[in-house]
């Protein structure tokens, strides 16, 4: 195999993955969030499941990519493992619309459609027009690259030692599962395989026994993507990665046991050998869903035994909120009362782990205040959204007053989560540039951190009891957390002249202070809104 040969197909093979890529760039642009949304909200079905993921798989051309935004949504708490499941599933059927485009002769029209696409993509002042620009500009480049890897391969016809090493495929499949798993796995892309497959197979270099062992690799190789993806995540995330390579391993196995039926069957539907192996995958996949589909609560335990442990997962969805009691506006009032204060222990549990990445820092904690952090947000909006539904309904002045203390603190409790995270943040910037802090330092932190969990976690449970008198009793705290704050910023300017502590540091141990002191004035207002007054800091 000459130097010509390799970088001929190098090359096409590097147009063809970028052409698969700018295309599904281009669509998921028009189609802007709406993929996300749809993901995240149809999918309570694993039928529905399997729709939706086939659909988005399909329009933005990488299973893989869907299986990475499934990990994230997993490890964020919007999806449990049985839908995800369902939409690995469909999302593997989804793929395969990318073999069956390539099986038509449709790579004479590659060059205009670069041509077409460019012009879009650079002259057009329209974003939407940019983004068909994109889709069209990354489609030519898709089949341009193809027609590069079919001429690249054809001088290798003429190899009879490549010929009977591929033709070992037919006769000992498992050799061309395993070329399949690690071209995939290398080039992570299952449809850049198919296209390597169907270039060698037109040529006449593959036959279609050699090329279905290969087809059945790629669905293994695929799921290296979600496996890197799910490292250092959730434990539901990791098993959702697991339950990919496990359902394709199996569908893998369970086609290899029928192959010489499988191979027959995609021949039988096609007379053109590309369009054979473009079925074959549609219909491996399909067949598979199909049989996976009624399993998937089996499914999900086995995988649960197969990933053991137990995790908490933050739940970013609303528990209390009962759209039915909308007209009722006493006792929706109320619910939301109790969902505020759920949005607010996990903004403590926050500053908790704020402090375990600054003394015992452990693998998952910066992820546990960036889950709880994306929980608060998301019900901060949700609520609000409730409140101002509440508040079309015939309110008393003493409803409508208590709707507008409940807006402030679901303001200021994510205000809270904020500078939580923020606190992360710089504890974590401070651990990777392995920036000292002074005892005295460390010893001041402690210090207030502990007088505002006091107060902060006292004031929750007063504000979801509605006890005036025990909001009042602490709210006293916060003259203390000041004078805390105020001795922090003396004590530093004594180390600062002192030469104990270095300039860099002491930025950071003074933001943390002021962090720590914003939560404490947070915290008190939220003893105002329990004694029925309103106060905006």
Same mark, same amino acid.
């Given at each position: 195999?000459?130097? *010509? ?9 590097? /147009?063809?993955?970028?052409?698969? *890529? ?5 669509? *998921? ?12 909200? /149809? ?15 399909? $329009? ?39 073999? !069956? ?9 590659? /060059? ?45 016809? *003429? ?6 090493? =591929? ?77 990919? =390579? ?29 369009? !054979? ?28 035994? $197969? ?13 209390? /909120? ?12 109320? !619910? ?18 704020? =402090? ?49 203390? =409940? ?82 910023? $003396? ?12 300039? !860099? ?33």
């Amino acid at each position: 195999m000459n130097a *010509q040969i390799v970088m001929s197909l190098v090359g096409g093979l590097a /147009l063809f993955i970028y052409g698969i *890529q700018k295309m599904g760039d281009g669509l *998921q642009k028009i189609a802007g969030d709406r993929m996300r949304k749809v993901l995240e909200v /149809l999918t309570t079905k694993p039928w529905r499941g399997a729709m939706v993921g086939a659909g988005v798989t399909a $329009l933005i051309q990488s299973s893989s990519a869907t299986t990475v935004m499934l990990v994230g949504f997993v490890n964020a708490g919007l999806m449990n493992l049985q839908q995800a499941i369902g939409v690995i599933m469909g999302a593997n059927v989804g793929t395969t619309i990318t073999a !069956q485009m390539i099986a038509f002769k449709i790579d004479r029209f590659a /060059l205009p459609a670069i041509a077409i696409g460019f012009a879009l993509t650079f002259f057009s002042k329209r974003k939407l027009f940019k983004f068909i620009g994109e889709t069209i500009l990354g489609f030519g480049l898709l089949f341009f690259g193809l027609n590069l890897m079919k001429d690249a391969v054809v001088p290798l016809k *003429q190899s009879t030692e490549l010929i009977a090493f =591929l033709t070992n495929f037919g006769q000992k499949p498992l050799l061309g599962v395993l070329a399949g798993m690690l071209i995939t796995a290398v080039i992570q892309s299952s449809s850049a395989t198919m296209g390597l497959v169907i270039a060698a197979a037109t040529s006449g270099l593959l036959t279609i026994n050699s090329a279905i062992p290969i087809v059945l690799g790629a669905e293994i190789g695929t799921c290296i993507t979600a496996m890197l993806a799910s490292i250092g995540t959730s434990l539901a995330a990791r098993r959702s990665a697991v339950a990919h =390579l496990m359902f394709n391993v199996l569908g893998t196995v369970i086609f290899l046991t029928i192959l010489p039926f499988f191979i027959k069957m995609a021949t039988f539907t096609s007379t053109n050998i590309a369009r !054979q192996i473009a079925n074959a995958q549609t219909s491996l996949n399909i067949m598979c869903t199909l049989i996976g589909l009624p399993l998937v609560g089996l499914f999900s335990k086995v995988v649960t035994i $197969l990933v053991p442990g137990e995790e908490v997962i933050v739940e970013r969805k609303t528990i209390y /909120l009962d759209p039915h009691i909308l007209n009722a506006p006493s006792f929706a009032l109320g !619910q939301t009362t109790k969902e505020i204060a759920r949005m607010a222990r996990l903004t403590l549990e926050m500053i908790d782990y704020d =402090l375990e990445i600054m003394f015992n820092p452990k693998k998952n904690s910066r992820k546990h205040v960036e889950q709880r952090e994306e929980a608060v947000d998301n019900l901060a909006a949700e609520i609000t959204k409730y409140l101002t539904k509440v508040s079309q309904s015939s309110m008393s002045p003493e409803q409508s007053r208590r709707f507008t203390i =409940l807006m402030h603190v679901v303001n200021d409790v994510e205000r809270i989560g904020d500078h939580a995270e923020n606190i992360m943040k710089i504890v974590d910037e401070k651990n990777i540039e392995k920036i000292p802090f002074s005892k005295n330092a460390e010893d001041e932190i402690q210090k207030i951190h502990s007088h505002v969990k006091t107060m902060y976690s006292n004031m929750v449970v007063a504000f979801e009891e509605d006890d005036a008198e025990k909001a009042k009793k602490y709210q006293r705290l916060e003259n203390k957390i000041d004078k805390i704050a105020r001795n922090a910023h $003396l004590e530093h300017i004594k180390r600062l002249k002192d030469g104990v502590c270095f300039t !860099q540091a002491g930025i950071m141990f003074l933001d943390i202070i002021n962090h720590y002191e914003r939560i404490g004035d947070l915290a008190n207002n939220l003893g105002y809104a329990t004694r029925g007054e309103i106060t905006k800091l």
